[in-house]
């Protein structure tokens, strides 16, 4: 009897045990755990979208909405905005023809954490609303004017998941009279943010390559003494000139912050602005992977896709292709949009690690770190539809089909014409700014068969990590499940 008893125990011991063994959080959750209430609340590295009235622009122009894109990380901000504005046509009377402004940015942005209320985690829970004030200094173009000034942003931003909604008051001091720009002007804004995801990736600071070099340098020296003739006893002057060449190896360590390959999915915007041609507006879905050194997209877009105004050179009977004839930037008369959708792919490479490659030796090998900040360059190409082409003044096809009738030579083709464009393969060579799950390109882009729309263009992307999404996500229900208990 007794012995039954200490095996029942023994078992009620093991049960015990063993329950408990499976309501207990595995070593890698507890330090998912901690790493949850270590993670960064604000959002470090953004890319936003703001839209406002310009104001800052005189009255008697007409401008339309202005927009800006603004790049934040940390404490450093970039912008570039964007607009459109009237002035009288040069070509047709009591008409208004439209003109792009473009305007740059470059400053500081600072939090202030006293104020933060609320708190949220790895960037994809939680509410934070954060008061910040940027400074920027500014460029103001348009035409062939340039207006520099400052530029002061106070702001609130509500960070949720993801993103925030920001709404700023701006204040912009250019100074001095401007016929294009008010010397003082206020205008509040408003704007939406996608969050890097800089605690989703939670980069490592880790060494990515030893590098060893030889510098060489040369320097001069140059003595000026006096001596005495012998016989006529006259002083004359003696220039010596000394070179010593300098040899110094050394060596050193890089680092990077690394996040590791990664595969993601996200939208993807494709936009410009330019008097020559007409608005691009594509809206679409990429594929993304990254990896140490490499990067591969593939894409789908579909919207509007800008068409300039003409060749430089436009084609005739007796010059059907004009040698190294080349868009005119100066001409906007027949500007316009195609309807079009397009798919293709790309491959890029890291544009700092590539040059110091090529400029260091590397004895340990190659680079190891997949950068949570990295420049990239590539090419790439797909295939293209072009439909319905819409020209952006109402007067722009009479007037083109009056220099046909007027110029029997002139040929009607796809370079003077975008009429004549048609579904085409195309190429294109790129170079981005990417911060972790944004990515900011700045794109070429050469169509066969419909060369007008060879427009130069911006395409923001957001490439969702999703494998390191779901982890995340089953933490945060792991976490809320223990809590509970």
Known sequence: MKKLILVFVGLVHFLFALAQQDSTMSESDK?????????KQ?????????????????????????ESFWYHDSYFLLGFGQGKYLRPSEYVINKADTFAFNDFSIGLNFNIPKWNIGRRLWDISGVMLVPQIGVCYNVLSAENESIKGLKVLPSLSLQLPYGAIDIRLNMDLRGGNHDFAKGLSFYPEIGIRIDGLYNIFDPEWTSNGHYEGTRTWK??????????????????EVTIRTETRHVENYNFDAYARNIGPFVAIGPRLTFSNHDFAGNTRMYGLGISGRMPMYGIDFFADYGKMGFASSFEKPEVIGEPKPKDNKINKEDYLFAGTYESGRIGGRIGFDLVESLMRLFYSAPSGSASATKFTRIQGGIGGGYALVNKPQYDRSYAPQYLD??????????????????????????TYFISLEVGAVAVSWENYRYKYAPLANVRTMTVSYMLPYNRLIKRYKNLRLMKKVMTE
């Open 31 to 39: 330090q998912e755990l901690r790493n949850l209430f270590k993670s």
């Open 42 to 66: 604000i959002m470090m590295a953004s890319l936003g979208y703001y839209k406002s009235r310009p104001s800052f622009l005189q009255e008697n122009l007409g401008a339309g909405d202005y």
């Open 219 to 236: 320097t001069v020296e140059i003595r000026t003494t006096y001596e005495r003739d012998e016989i006529t006893r006259e002083l004359y």
């Open 402 to 427: 009056s220099l046909t009738t007027s110029d029997y030579t002139r040929l009607t083709t796809s370079v003077n014409d975008a009429r004549f464009g048609e579904n085409t393969t195309f190429f």
